[in-house]
């Protein structure tokens, strides 16, 4: 199986919003042909109607025969979306993104046929630098596991989870940490202009501290905490800094306390 092969069974995406446009746009810098694009979207964006009007599918007429069917609208319309669901849709693997949604929800709704994964991507799918953890059931078909490895490989890196609970916790992790770190660099420029740097100028060296410390800690065999001390020599300025962060273990409990409350959202949602 390639990816190309899985591109050339056509990709079905319900939801062309923040998370579904990333996927989509990372599959088709990866291969992915615009003919075999069908997306259904209830208010087409300027930039959907663009993929449309070089060769996508957007609310396309029935019927359809997809490899993949993925859901990317929001957890609060699902019920909306499956009980409307277009008939004449057909496809073996279906993927949900929906936070909060168990696999039950889907599995009734859907054939026993259908293969159905949750999957926990994050935005940086957009430029192929995400990360999805990847839940499916046990009796799952083989080649449909590797099939969704393989899509979501095309936009970053990927995890294979055990049980479906651990969505919850990827969730508040990799799903809403890039907003955590937008958050930090958003700190760390500001904290620039006070210095007397303009905030272009600022928020530049915030991004690609972020982005360079992020790679190196990919390519390093160092763990995080050894790359923090190995760029913390004694007396200077960024243990002057760090004694600020962790004095009383302030930075370490206020992102606990923050990735706990997205984790207790995660469960409540799914209620
Ligand atoms: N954004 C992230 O970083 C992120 C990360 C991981 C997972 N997720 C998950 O991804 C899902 C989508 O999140 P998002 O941030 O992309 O939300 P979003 O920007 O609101 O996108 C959802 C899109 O789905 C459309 N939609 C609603 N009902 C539909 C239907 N019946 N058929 C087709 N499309 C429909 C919405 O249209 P209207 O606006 O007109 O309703 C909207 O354009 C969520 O369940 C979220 O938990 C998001």
């Given at each position: 199986?390639?990816?190309?092969?899985?591109?050339?069974?056509?990709?079905?995406?319900?939801?062309?919003?923040?998370?579904?446009?990333?996927?989509?746009?990372?599959?088709?810098?990866?291969?992915?042909?615009?003919?075999?694009?069908?997306?259904?979207?209830?208010?087409?964006?300027?930039?959907?109607?663009?993929?449309?009007?070089?060769?996508?599918?957007?609310?396309?007429?029935?019927?359809?025969?997809?490899?993949?069917?993925?859901?990317?609208?929001?957890?609060?319309?699902?019920?909306?979306?499956?009980?409307?669901?277009?008939?004449?849709?057909?496809?073996?693997?279906?993927?949900?993104?929906?936070?909060?949604?168990?696999?039950?929800k889907f599995k009734s709704k859907f054939s026993s046929e259908v293969n159905i994964f949750r999957v926990m991507p994050?935005?940086?799918?957009?430029?192929?630098?995400?990360?999805?953890?990847?839940?499916?059931?046990?009796?799952?078909?083989?080649?449909?596991?590797?099939?969704?490895?393989?899509?979501?490989?095309?936009?970053?890196?990927?995890?294979?989870?055990?049980?479906?609970?651990?969505?919850?916790?990827?969730?508040?992790?990799?799903?809403?940490?890039?907003?955590?770190?937008?958050?930090?660099?958003?700190?760390?420029?500001?904290?620039?202009?006070?210095?007397?740097?303009?905030?272009?100028?600022?928020?530049?060296?915030?991004?690609?501290?972020?982005?360079?410390?992020?790679?190196?800690?990919?390519?390093?065999?160092?763990?995080?905490?050894?790359?923090?001390?190995?760029?913390?020599?004694?007396?200077?300025?960024?243990?002057?800094?760090?004694?600020?962060?962790?004095?009383?273990?302030?930075?370490?409990?206020?992102?606990?306390?923050?990735?706990?409350?997205?984790?207790?959202?995660?469960?409540?949602?799914?209620?």
């Open positions: 199986m390639t990816i190309k092969r899985i591109f050339e069974s056509n990709i079905l995406l319900f939801g062309y919003g923040k998370m579904g446009g990333a996927l989509l746009s990372g599959w088709i810098k990866s291969g992915l042909q615009l003919k075999n694009t069908y997306v259904f979207e209830p208010k087409p964006s300027e930039e959907l109607l663009s993929l449309a009007k070089n060769g996508a599918n957007i609310n396309p007429t029935l019927p359809i025969k997809a490899g993949v069917c993925i859901l990317a609208v929001k957890p609060q319309a699902v019920d909306k979306l499956l009980s409307s669901f277009p008939r004449n849709v057909m496809f073996p693997v279906l993927i949900s993104v929906v936070a909060g949604t168990p696999l039950s994050n935005t940086p799918a957009l430029v192929s630098a995400g990360i999805s953890a990847i839940y499916g059931e046990s009796r799952m078909n083989r080649e449909d596991l590797e099939k969704v490895k393989l899509l979501m490989s095309a936009v970053g890196s990927t995890v294979l989870l055990d049980n479906e609970l651990a969505i919850d916790a990827v969730t508040a992790i990799s799903g809403s940490g890039p907003a955590y770190l937008f958050l930090l660099m958003e700190a760390m420029a500001s904290t620039g202009v006070e210095l007397g740097l303009s905030y272009k100028t600022s928020l530049k060296l915030a991004k690609h501290t972020v982005f360079g410390s992020g790679k190196l800690s990919l390519k390093s065999d160092l763990s995080p905490k050894n790359l923090r001390e190995n760029v913390t020599s004694p007396g200077g300025t960024t243990e002057a800094a760090l004694s600020v962060l962790l004095h009383n273990d302030k930075f370490r409990l206020t992102m606990k306390e923050a990735i706990k409350s997205a984790h207790k959202k995660s469960i409540h949602l799914r209620g």
